[in-house]
């Protein structure tokens, strides 16, 4: 089973964009979907997960900008980003936490310019 990672792009700031995750087959015993984004010269960070009970996080410098959902039938995530910001550029994976591992999408480059 792969995750498979789309919707990034070039956008200014203020803009939004919106990154799907979608698995190819069934995962079972998932705990948590999430999105991480690594940016150059940085670690890689969680962004925003939501848990199997629907329980979601965010990372403080998106809170109230990015909103993460998800759709159970069609095995998929979303990460809704509005007003987005030049230090939001990165590339962004999806990542899928199991009881017994983690699964991680190929990446999207998101980026934003001034």
């Known amino acids: 089973v792969q995750l498979q990672a789309s919707g990034g792009g070039l956008v200014q700031a203020g803009g939004t964009l919106r990154l799907s995750c979608s698995a190819s087959g069934t995962i079972s015993g998932i705990r948590v979907r999430g999105w991480f984004r690594q940016a150059p010269g940085k670690q890689r960070e969680l962004v925003a997960d939501i848990t199997a009970g629907g329980i979601v996080n965010y990372a403080d410098s998106v809170k109230g900008r990015f909103t993460i959902s998800r759709d159970i039938p069609k095995k998929t995530v979303y990460l809704q980003m509005n007003s987005l910001k030049p230090e939001d550029t990165a590339v962004y994976y999806c990542?899928?936490?199991?009881?017994?591992?983690?699964?991680w999408g190929q990446g999207t480059q998101v980026t934003v310019s001034s």
């Open positions: 990542n899928w936490r199991t009881i017994t591992g983690a699964y």
